[in-house]
């Protein structure tokens, strides 16, 4: 039976020159890889804060009396919602840039 400390080892060529025996290891760290593992980790990050923010909003709805507060409540719902997706935007594209920049770099 394989250890992991021999599979591990087995991975790295002997010479400087010969490729790796699992030729995807050299291949994990560059931007085809790293990118669609940071833009997907912050999309779920996303994900996560705006489902939050929909659960609250729903519990806010129960708690309004009248139609103004629960206009009130929509307005500011959905115009919280606009910002944040606006600011995703751009922290997706400086995700794009940097990891980009780092692959030029």
């Known amino acids: 039976m394989t250890t992991a400390t021999e599979t591990n080892q ?10 790796p025996v699992f030729p995807g290891i050299a291949f994990m760290p560059t931007v085809e890889f790293t990118l669609p593992v940071t833009l997907t980790t912050e999309m779920f990050r996303f994900a996560g804060q705006r489902l939050q923010a929909d659960a609250d909003h729903i519990a806010a709805l129960y708690e309004c ?3 103004e507060s629960y206009a009130e409540a929509q307005s500011k719902f959905v115009a919280q919602a606009l910002s944040d997706y606006q600011n995703e935007a751009q922290t997706l594209l400086l995700d794009i840039q940097n990891t980009v920049s780092r692959k030029q770099g």
Not at 10 to 19: I, Q, V
Request: proline share 8%.
């Open 65 to 67: 009396r009248s139609i």
């Open 10 to 19: 087995s991975s790295r060529s002997t010479s400087g020159d010969e490729p």
